[in-house]
């Protein structure tokens, strides 16, 4: 059982490059979200979504795009990279199913804009 | 909307003590209460959560953790601090909309030999 799998593992942009970050989870989670961490930001949501067909902005939308066809993949696109976008990217999953609500989390992928 | 606070960015502890992070939060209707940890350079790891029933809850790796609500807290504890808990610990609330849970800005927990 994989789990949560995030590609590619690190990456490196140019400004104004854009790019995919793909998620996919096997676990038929229901939600999915992207979150961003900075240094002593925390993290933070950027997208998320409640099922196929349905997503939702978080706190810092901006300059990502989402689309969730299946409820296996939700991938991030950065339309137009910047600097400010460097950062490590996170997928997570979760469940409505009581007793399962804790989030399950990719392994992050570490992305440098130059 | 709703928002997770963490006072401390870092807590130092002797091995052996007891150790507490601390966190409240602000959220409409029931809170779902969580901590994660990360060791470094790895991802979130799940360690406990609070939905409903007793205020005091265990999770993993001995830890545990105490609903307040009238304080809105929920503060990460362990009676014997080890040297591999120093980590990085979050606190995450999240109401009725699964799909959405906020983190706090993290709390770096360093136990010393």
């Known amino acids: 059982n994989a789990g949560v799998t995030q590609t590619p593992k690190f990456q490196v942009l140019k400004t104004g490059q854009s790019m995919t970050l793909q998620c996919a989870q096997d676990m038929n989670h229901e939600y999915m979200s992207w979150y961003r961490q900075d240094p002593g930001m925390g993290l933070r949501l950027i997208h998320y979504?409640?099922?196929?067909?349905?997503?939702d902005q978080g706190e810092v939308p901006n300059g990502y795009n989402v689309s969730r066809s299946t409820t296996e993949d939700f991938p991030l696109r950065l339309l137009s990279a910047a600097p400010s976008q460097t950062s490590v990217y996170f997928c997570?999953?979760?469940?409505?199913?009581?007793?399962?609500?804790?989030?399950?989390f990719g392994s992050g992928t570490q992305l440098s804009v130059l | 909307a709703q928002s997770v606070a963490q006072p401390e960015d870092q807590v130092n502890v002797a091995e052996g003590n007891p150790l507490t992070v601390k966190c409240t939060y602000s959220?409409?209707?029931?809170?779902?209460l969580f901590w994660y940890v990360q060791y470094p350079n790895r991802g979130l790891q799940f360690l406990l959560k609070?939905?409903?029933?007793?205020?005091l809850v265990k999770g993993s790796y001995g830890f545990e953790a105490e609903f307040n609500k009238s304080q809105t807290s929920f503060h990460l504890k362990k009676p014997s601090a080890l040297v591999s808990d120093s980590a990085l610990y979050f606190c995450a609330v999240r109401n009725t909309n699964a799909g959405k849970s906020t983190f706090g800005d993290g709390t770096t927990l360093t136990v010393k030999p």
């Open positions: 997570a999953s979760s469940t409505r199913v009581s007793g399962n609500e804790k989030l399950f």
């Open positions: 609070y939905i409903t029933g007793d205020n």
């Open positions: 959220v409409s209707g029931n809170p779902y």
């Open positions: 979504s409640v099922g196929a067909g349905i997503t």
